[in-house]
């Protein structure tokens, strides 16, 4: 089924925070995961999860780090999870399973941005295809059978980046021609691709799944761009503050709480979707990525189908 990219009017927008979309919710009971989630966007949204009732997991690659930014988020707990790695997303997601809890929300929000070329593990995979895709791909399909048949959702941060690159099919690694803006402009292409099609496999499993553009956030994302070129880049004004249509990383966080508790998002009709600004996104109707919206090669379930069967060669996996 083609999801309907069109908004549906919920009442939320590019101005609302994780806090606003949460009240009224209450969550007690709940399992959340969410991977960097103790930083920029993610760090916000552990913290409205949590203040909301949740108990919210956050595997993390830095895990002293996070332990000491998460101290003080009653219900936040940490453990050690590197996503370029499968072997620890492995041995990570043995030892939650262990634990026997049920994920009613699983968030693939870590990421890195414009990394100066690196290769990961023993095939040197492209680092922003294999972290921020393969990663979490490895992670969902580990996870997947604490996933629950009720209702379980799988929020997947991907970007209006996307609009700089689809799916390099002849070259996914970069083995010629690297790009740091275009491997992960590829990666976010492959976030949406892949929550579409998760979600296309739900009638069988009742897992809902969605891809989130959370809109432009100064967050230690972008650590690999000097300071000094963020003005050129349109990211701040002169005098360094953010741009105008920059949001918070609480309103970053926003869109991301929304997909993973909005009723509107039950209906079977809307899964797969890729939202932003609290709602579902509409076609993109230019290359403004402040705008931003959907580019067709993100929302083709042709090329999510392939990806997917592609990403389960490389990783091995096929748990759905
Ligand atoms: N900020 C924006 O304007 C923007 C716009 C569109 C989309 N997004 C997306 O939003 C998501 C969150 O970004 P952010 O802005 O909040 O960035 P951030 O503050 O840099 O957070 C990213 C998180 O991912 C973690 N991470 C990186 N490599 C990892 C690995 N190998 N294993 C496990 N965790 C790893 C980081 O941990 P360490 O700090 O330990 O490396 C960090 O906690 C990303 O997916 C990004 O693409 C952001």
């Known amino acids: 089924m083609t999801t309907k990219q069109q908004k549906i009017g919920t009442g939320f927008g590019a101005h609302s925070t994780a806090d ?4 009224g919710i209450d969550l007690t009971g709940t399992t959340a995961l969410i991977t960097g989630g103790y ?3 993610g760090l916000e ?13 956050v595997p993390a690659r830095r895990p002293s780090l996070a332990a000491t930014v998460l101290r003080g988020i009653p219900g936040a707990e ?18 939650f399973l262990e634990t026997g809890r049920t994920l009613d929300l699983l968030i693939n ?26 990663g979490h791909f490895a992670l969902t399909h580990r996870l997947r059978p604490a996933l629950s048949p009720n209702g379980s959702r799988v929020v997947t941060v991907a970007s209006s980046g996307h609009f700089l690159s689809e799916i390099r099919w002849d070259d996914l690694h970069f083995r010629t021609g690297y790009d740091r803006w275009l491997a992960y402009a590829q990666s976010k292409t492959a976030n949406a691709l892949f929550a579409l099609h998760l979600d296309s496999l739900g009638p069988d499993n009742g897992i809902r799944s969605f891809a989130v553009h959370p809109g432009s956030i100064l967050t230690p994302l972008q650590r690999h761009i000097p300071r000094e070129d963020w003005h050129a880049q349109g990211w701040t004004t002169e005098d360094g503050s953010p741009a105008a249509g920059f949001k918070t990383p609480q309103q970053g966080a926003a869109t991301t709480v929304w997909a993973a508790t909005s009723p509107l998002l039950d209906n079977a009709r809307r ?8 709602d579902l996104a509409e076609p993109a109707t230019s290359d403004d990525m402040l705008v931003g919206g959907t580019k067709p090669w993100a929302t083709n379930p042709a090329a999510a189908a392939r990806l997917w069967e592609l990403s389960s060669e490389l990783t091995g996996l096929n748990t759905f």
């Open 271 to 278: 899964g797969g979707a890729y939202c932003q600004d609290c």
């Open 78 to 95: 940490t453990h050690a999870l590197d996503l370029a790695d499968l072997e620890s997303i492995r041995s990570f997601s043995e030892r």
């Open 45 to 57: 949204t552990t913290r409205a999860l949590a203040h909301a009732g949740a108990q919210v997991v």
């Open 20 to 23: 606003d979309v949460l009240a």
């Open 109 to 134: 929000n870590a990421g890195v941005m414009a990394w100066p070329e690196t290769r990961v593990g023993p095939d040197g995979w492209e680092a922003h295809f294999a972290l921020n895709h393969l």
């Open 39 to 41: 930083s920029g966007i």
